[in-house]
């Protein structure tokens, strides 16, 4: 029989009042998040910090479409299933579980408790911890669509920017499960977490132009755009006659599309979706150890300013993770 859960009314957040510098993050008592359709009730004990979790909350990324304050920001969770969405449902109380929200589109995971479809969520991998598994499904999910969409594959020529970034270091290791040959690029100090985590060649672009040693290649994972030293701009040039440069960052680089055009290679950007049937592919990879995660730092939820202000820094190794319960 399925574990019953006694819920309190109410449940301790992270929220903002209004979007600004980390600051403006501070704990507040909350309603407990109403299940609709197909939602389950989940309580939290870790949860991912993405980089659009600070963008939104300094007023860009996707600050415009939250619709009254607070708000709780948050996409990645980990934690245990204490309503299932039907009485026959695959994800029942007790279950340990991780997924990925909509964020402003529902409530996020900077909170005790979450409300999220039930496609957006799946079985915790077993091998991980909560703190490990929180900083999985965005990076996670993000890597695994470009890296298809890149059309990764043996014979193939990768290169992948930011390799030692939360969702880099994914695309690293899923463009090599695929068999392709993956070049990274990475600051000197992260040339051998590259080397560790399978990249067949690294280049430090400290002291390297990657398009001096990068050449005729069949995609590349844009992590970066044009806002550091016109990085997407100079990757059309490592690419081939009609490579395919997967981007991700949003407004990263407005004139993509035309200077790829221009350039006589192809362009595309890419938006997560939060897919529960992938991530149990993931999940699969995680569990053979075929694939790892890496968390560079865990916070209390109490302190997500300063994990806010590490993380607008850009220099993430891995995943930063919030912890929410003990």
């Keep these: 029989m399925a574990t019953e859960y006694e819920l309190p009314e109410t449940m301790r957040a992270l929220v903002i009042d209004e979007t600004g510098a980390p600051e403006v993050l501070h704990l507040a008592d909350r309603p407990l998040p109403r299940q609709i359709s197909d939602e389950v009730l989940i309580k ?29 920001l948050g996409n990645d ?27 402003p589109r529902t409530g996020g995971s900077f909170a005790e408790y979450v409300s ?53 270091h994914f695309a690293v290791q899923f463009a090599r499960v695929l068999g392709a040959h993956v070049t990274a690029t990475g600051s000197t100090r992260n040339l051998d977490f590259l080397r560790g985590i399978g990249a ?30 016109n ?8 690419l081939r006659p009609g490579g395919l440069l997967v981007n991700a960052p949003t407004g990263s680089w407005p004139t993509m599309a035309a200077d790829a055009a221009a350039a006589g290679r192809r362009a595309t950007g890419f938006k997560v979706s939060p897919d529960a049937r992938a991530l149990d592919e993931i999940s699969a990879l995680l ?14 939820l109490e302190d997500g300013a300063a994990a806010h202000r590490l993380i607008e820094q850009g220099h ?8 929410v319960a003990g």
Excluded: C
């Design 44 to 72: 939290v004990v870790a949860a991912g910090l993405n980089p659009i979790d600070a963008k939104t909350r300094s007023g860009k990324g996707v600050s415009a479409a939250i619709e009254s304050y607070p708000a709780i």
């Design 77 to 103: 969770f980990s934690g245990v299933v204490v309503r299932a969405a039907f009485e026959a449902s695959p994800l029942q109380p007790g279950d340990a579980v991780y997924g990925m929200g909509r964020v």
């Design 116 to 168: 999220v479809s039930s496609m957006s969520v799946a079985h915790k991998p077993a091998r991980l911890s909560h703190a490990e598994a929180a900083a999985v499904p965005v990076a996670a999910l993000t890597a695994w669509g470009m890296v298809k969409l890149a059309g990764a594959a043996p014979g193939q020529r990768l290169l992948v920017h930011a390799g030692s970034g939360g969702v880099g």
């Design 200 to 229: 067949d060649e690294v280049v430090d672009y400290t002291t390297t132009r990657f398009e001096d040693v990068a050449h005729d290649l069949d995609s590349v994972i844009d992590l970066i755009g044009n806002v550091h030293d």
């Design 231 to 238: 990085t997407g701009t100079r990757s059309l040039a490592a």
């Design 287 to 300: 569990d053979a150890g075929t694939v790892r995660v890496h968390v560079d730092a865990v916070y209390e």
């Design 316 to 323: 993430t190794r891995g995943k930063i993770v919030l912890r």
